[in-house]
């Protein structure tokens, strides 16, 4: 049986000056960053949209994004394939060890000695949801019986739509909940068959809602955070765009507030404005 044409058909590959002109359009967009050395990366994952408009070469697709004036949807859907949405629940536990052990009980210490029971976390790059709602089994097993006491909010924004859709299902599988203590997961889930389903406690803490950090005038108005976690984003910006954003977050916390990155990424030469805290097996970066 004859394969079907557009899998038997070879994919034009992506000549250079395409790659560098799709490259700096998606840097002007959204400021991640594809070096030289990931023009096979971006070519490979941009492939499938060249299938689902049905266009013939990447010199299509750049011309389309660049003077279709109804492109803004393949925008988005490009946002999807250019990003990573790999996480799972309690991931990195040393930093989560630090957030409920140290930096939220200081941060609720203050609010009450400020007379404020209102805690604001930001899940900067919230992928599918999981550390959004990892957040939220946090604050209520450190909260207790207060909880009903204090205004939580938890605000997650992601710049992949089909992220945010799987987020909003608040739906997982067992391997993305690996890392979950069985306490924890006995509380906070409700099995449905093979899968697991976030309750509804938690859930009505966290707001879900596209952001594209490229965008500064909506990202100045996110203020006034207790602790923000902007975990494995930095890695997609190049330095400039790093330091531009990573000064946006300096500005988007409350004074003595926390900033968690991933554990493999660092402020080195891209911020001297944070005090570096050192935690337990982690780091976190704090707003005097």
Not at 150 to 173: G, H, M, P, Q
Request: glycine share 4%; net charge neutral; aromatic share 12%.
């Amino acid at each position: 049986m004859p394969m079907p044409e557009y899998l038997n058909a070879a994919q034009p590959g992506m000549p250079d000056e395409i790659f560098r002109l799709l490259r700096d359009f998606i840097y002007e967009h959204s400021g991640i960053f594809f070096s030289d050395n990931k023009k096979a990366q971006l070519e490979n994952r941009l492939a499938l949209r060249l299938k689902m408009n049905n266009l013939p070469d990447f010199d299509k697709y750049y011309y389309m994004l660049k003077y279709d004036p109804q492109a803004s949807r393949e925008l988005r859907a490009l946002f999807d394939s250019v990003t990573t949405n790999e996480t799972s629940f309690f991931r990195s536990p040393p930093q989560i060890q630090a957030f409920q052990e140290k930096a939220l009980p200081e941060i609720l210490e203050k609010r009450t000695a400020q007379g404020e029971q209102i805690l604001r976390l930001w899940s900067a790059g919230c992928s599918t949801g999981d550390e959004p709602y990892t957040l939220g089994m946090v604050v209520r097993e450190v909260l207790g019986e207060k909880t009903p006491e204090w205004d939580v909010k938890i605000f997650a924004s992601d710049i992949s739509e089909k992220a945010l859709k799987s987020a909003r299902t608040a739906v997982y599988n067992d391997y993305t909940l690996r890392s979950v203590p069985p306490d924890i997961k006995k509380k906070y889930f409700t099995q449905e068959g093979s899968q697991f389903r976030v309750c509804d406690d938690v859930r009505m803490l966290v707001e879900l809602q596209y952001l594209n950090f490229n965008d500064e005038k909506r990202v100045r108005l996110m203020r006034g955070f207790d602790i923000i976690f902007c975990r494995n984003v930095l890695i997609y910006f190049d330095d400039a765009a790093k330091k531009r954003f990573v000064s946006q977050l300096y500005d988007n916390l409350n004074p003595g507030g926390y900033l968690f990155i991933g554990h493999s990424e660092s402020l080195h030469n891209i911020s001297r404005a944070f005090k570096l805290v050192h935690f337990p097996g982690a780091l976190g970066y704090k707003k005097e």
